[in-house]
């Protein structure tokens, strides 16, 4: 199985801060990696497909990058509805792996 | 509009078998391309892939519990059924049902090589306890 790996585990920001999520897979990956934000008692939503795609309707503070076995998002001026979790997913292959999380707190 | 929803038993025995239902609308899982995976996430934790069912009836299933699950789906019904056998206390989670896109599949040295965009919409999930 692709092991995925993230970092920072959590970290505590402010509104208006610039937040960078890493990623990182145990194999080359392409560009098959996605990225989901999960707010407390819902499901994720899908933010980044395809390590830059980024979902219609995602505001554009928020993008991603990267190919191969090292990834990123970058959330831009941070809002309050930021705040939540957020995971990447290797979609390359089955078995489907996510990362362990990254938790994003308000400061 | 693409809805998915899961339903099943809020509450199963250890040893149970568990069966749960995803129901879905506003696509057709007859096209080619599209598929429906089963996620779950126990409380407190990340979120863990279970299986994958595609419009060719391909099924592939997470490795660790490959022996316990089972995927089907109702293309007329618009369901999409897991079922996971032996349960046990550690399965208590909440379960999730997404759409799960093909991108390519590819010729590779020993068979075929599946790639998926992500999971682009989900259900709301259910939550199942394991406890006696």
């Known amino acids: 199985d692709i092991q995925m790996t993230q970092s920072p585990s959590s970290l505590s920001t402010s509104v208006g801060d610039t937040v960078t999520i890493a990623c990182r897979s145990s194999?080359?990956?392409?560009?098959?990696l996605n990225w989901y934000q999960q707010r407390p008692g819902k499901a994720p939503k899908l933010l980044i497909s395809?390590?830059?795609n980024l979902r219609g309707g995602v505001p554009s503070r928020f993008s991603g990058s990267g190919s191969g076995t090292d990834f990123t998002l970058t959330i831009s001026s941070l809002q309050p509805e930021d705040f939540a979790t957020y995971y990447c997913?290797?979609?390359?292959?089955?078995?489907?792996?996510f990362g362990p999380g990254t938790k994003v707190d308000i400061k | 509009q693409v809805t998915l929803r899961e339903s099943g038993p809020a509450l199963v025995k250890p040893t149970q078998t568990l069966t749960l239902t995803c129901t879905f609308s506003?696509?057709?899982?007859?096209?080619?391309?599209?598929?429906i995976s089963w996620i779950r996430q126990p409380p407190g934790k990340a979120l863990e892939w279970l299986a994958v069912?595609?419009?060719?009836?391909?099924?592939f299933y997470s490795t660790s519990l490959t022996t316990r699950l089972s995927i089907s789906k109702d293309s007329a019904t618009n369901q999409v059924v897991l079922t996971m056998t032996n349960m046990d206390p550690v399965d208590t989670a909440t379960y999730f049902c997404?759409?799960?896109?093909?991108?390519?599949?590819?010729?590779?040295?020993?068979?075929?090589?599946?790639?998926?965009?992500?999971?682009?919409?989900w259900g709301q999930g259910t939550t199942v306890t394991v406890s006696s």
């Open positions: 194999q080359s990956i392409s560009t098959y």
């Open positions: 069912i595609d419009w060719n009836d391909d099924k």
């Open positions: 506003g696509f057709s899982l007859n096209t080619n391309g599209m598929c």
């Open positions: 997404a759409r799960t896109p093909l991108h390519e599949i590819r010729v590779v040295e020993g068979g075929l090589h599946y790639s998926y965009f992500g999971m682009d919409v």
């Open positions: 395809r390590a830059s």
């Open positions: 997913q290797q979609s390359y292959s089955t078995p489907f792996t």
